[in-house]
């Protein structure tokens, strides 16, 4: 089965740089997923890494370590709206149902 | 947008109640999902359907169905509504079935059993 592991909450200061951590457990994997959920609206794709290494997509990048079971999303120039939600998720096997961490609840401060 | 697009947007039963749940997946997408979210739980996966067949099963209950159509576009029905099954309901779909492919949700169904 598959099973992931995020900080339930975060706190940051607009303009500073976040690192969300994500670890997960997995039987076969077929890469990870960041998405970004603001409070009652859909998630929205934000990232996808299959090997390991950094992915950089304008301030927001994705980091994997495969044989360590590790992910992190890293925020930078923090602006207020960055504030939400952010899920980790996993394919679910073989298949791509998406298997979704709780998500970190991430508040950016003035 | 997405382009996924999901109908109704809110919707207010009393229990025991049967209602239907619209999503049309985004032009040239063959998958469709569901997906449950609850105030204190996550995103809990329910169904996967590519091309008007089931693909993968989540936890969905027994009350619950879903179907594909031939024009890609699906329905979830919740049957013998209870209180327990108020929630945030979102559709996804991406263009192929197999793990890797990018997920794209709707704006959701907000179902209120009361």
């Known amino acids: 089965g598959q099973n992931i592991d995020q900080p339930t909450e975060m706190t940051a200061t607009e303009g500073a740089i976040v690192q969300i951590n994500c670890t997960y457990q997995?039987?076969?994997?077929?890469?990870l997923f960041w998405y970004q959920q603001h409070a009652g609206e859909a998630p929205t794709f934000l990232s996808y890494?299959?090997?390991?290494g950094l992915e950089e997509k304008g301030r927001f990048s994705s980091f994997l370590s495969r044989s360590k079971g590790y992910s992190y999303l890293l925020l930078k120039e923090l602006q207020m709206k960055d504030s939400a939600s952010y899920l980790c998720?996993?394919?679910?096997?073989?298949?791509?149902?998406?298997?979704f961490g709780t998500g970190t609840l991430l508040a950016v401060q003035p | 947008d997405s382009g996924v697009t999901q109908t109704p947007k809110h919707l207010i039963t009393a229990t025991g109640q049967r209602v239907t749940l619209r999503c049309s997946p985004r032009s040239g997408d063959l998958s469709v999902y569901w997906y449950q979210q609850s105030l204190d739980q996550g995103l809990q996966f329910l169904i996967h359907?590519?091309?008007?067949?089931?693909?993968a099963k989540g936890n969905i209950l027994e009350r619950f169905s879903a179907q594909q159509f031939p024009d890609l576009h699906s329905e979830l029905n919740l049957s013998s509504l209870e209180l327990g099954d108020s929630a945030l309901y979102f559709c996804?779909?991406?263009?192929?079935?197999?793990?890797?492919?990018?997920?794209?949700f709707g704006e959701g169904s907000w179902l209120t059993v009361v």
């Open positions: 359907y590519y091309n008007g067949e089931e693909r």
């Open positions: 997995t039987s076969g994997f077929n890469g």
């Open positions: 996804a779909s991406s263009v192929g079935q197999g793990a890797g492919n990018t997920i794209y």
């Open positions: 998720a996993v394919p679910g096997g073989a298949t791509n149902k998406l298997i």
């Open positions: 890494n299959v090997l390991d």
